[in-house]
């Protein structure tokens, strides 16, 4: 009887353990699934702006707090919200801008975006030097980690100019369209979005040999920018004339010619030639926004390499409360103009 006792008391014993081990597992795999929901959750809470209206800071106005501060005050009296930053000074390996900076630009609205310059003015030697990618890369998982919510990669082409070492077209595409590829897997466990800079010629023209066609980089990125300055369209003077005209075709062909990415415009906020449009600053501005709504893209960037905004900012002010608006062009097939 004894015996029977004692070999019941180990079964139960046993018995005991293997419940408490199975609730402990239960546990664990519980806190497993509720840490995933909420983690889920926390990224499914932030919201990417339905329509971006941005403007670009540099890395002195981004870091600097109290600056920061003036530019997003005046922003959101603009309607202003999402905010470009640069975040690398020269080769620095880490994002120079504060997590609290990009906090701060959270609890007040704003889209942060972090500029990462990837070839500045082009890439122009060849091969690249790989501690030139990992460096690049660094800096914009550093942005990430720091609470950006998008990482912008400019200068992601070749030069405009002579390349140093023969690269096929089909290359410069390759290499261009890899590393946003790269770049893109890279951050992944961040859920940022990628988006890439672009000549404004680009999407009205194909086998660009700086490296950017608008199918390739579809496949690599969220979001494209194309830097539709009408300034910069010296081979046409009714696209350097007409800032509606330019900047709406522009946003107008990229849209056209891509199937997921979208489309956000940078847009001139800077007065180098407007003159040729007849057109006083804050209209050479309207001009633009209305024309970039009018394309039906995600949005628009004004680029002020100063970061000087009052006339623009005051522009987007009166857009948004004025019913007067500028006349569409005329966006007839034959009036398109291509390269």
Known sequence: MKKICFILGIVLLFAAAFVAFERD????????????????????????????????????SGRDIVKLKQYIEAAKASKINTIVIDVQIGTSYTCQIPAENVTFCLENGMHPVARVVVFADGLSHWPVDPSVIA????????????????????????????????????????????????????????NVKIAADIF???????????????????????????????????????????????????????????????????????????????????????????AVHDANVRGYILWNARNDYRVPLAAIRN???DTSRISKANKSQQDDETL
């Not at 919510?149 to 290499?175: S, W």
């Not at 407007?274 to 501005?285: E, M």
Request: include cysteine; hydrophobic fraction near 35%.
């Open 25 to 60: 597992i239960f546990s664990q795999a519980t806190k497993a699934v509720v840490n995933k929901q909420i983690e889920a959750t926390q990224v499914k809470a932030y919201s990417y702006p339905e329509f971006y209206r941005g403007i670009y800071l540099n890395v002195a």
């Open 135 to 190: 460096n690049r890369l660094s800096v914009a998982e550093d942005a990430c980690r720091k609470g950006f919510k998008e990482i912008q990669f400019d200068y992601i082409r070749f030069t405009d100019y002579t390349v140093r070492g023969k690269v096929p077209l089909h290359e410069r595409y390759a290499f261009i369209e890899g590393f946003l590829a790269r770049a893109r897997e890279h951050l992944k466990q961040y």
């Open 200 to 290: 404004g010629r680009v999407p009205l023209n194909t086998n660009d040999h700086i490296g950017q066609r608008i199918e390739g980089l579809d496949k690599v990125v969220d979001i494209l920018c194309p830097m539709a300055y009408p300034s910069h369209y010296t081979w046409s003077k009714k696209l350097m004339a007409d800032p509606y005209y330019t900047v709406y075709l522009t946003s107008k062909r990229a849209r056209e010619r891509v199937k997921k990415a979208e489309i956000v415009t940078y847009i001139q906020a800077f007065q180098m030639k407007i003159g040729l449009s007849g057109l006083s600053f804050d209209k050479y501005v309207e001009a633009q926004i209305k």
């Open 319 to 321: 857009y948004y409360s």
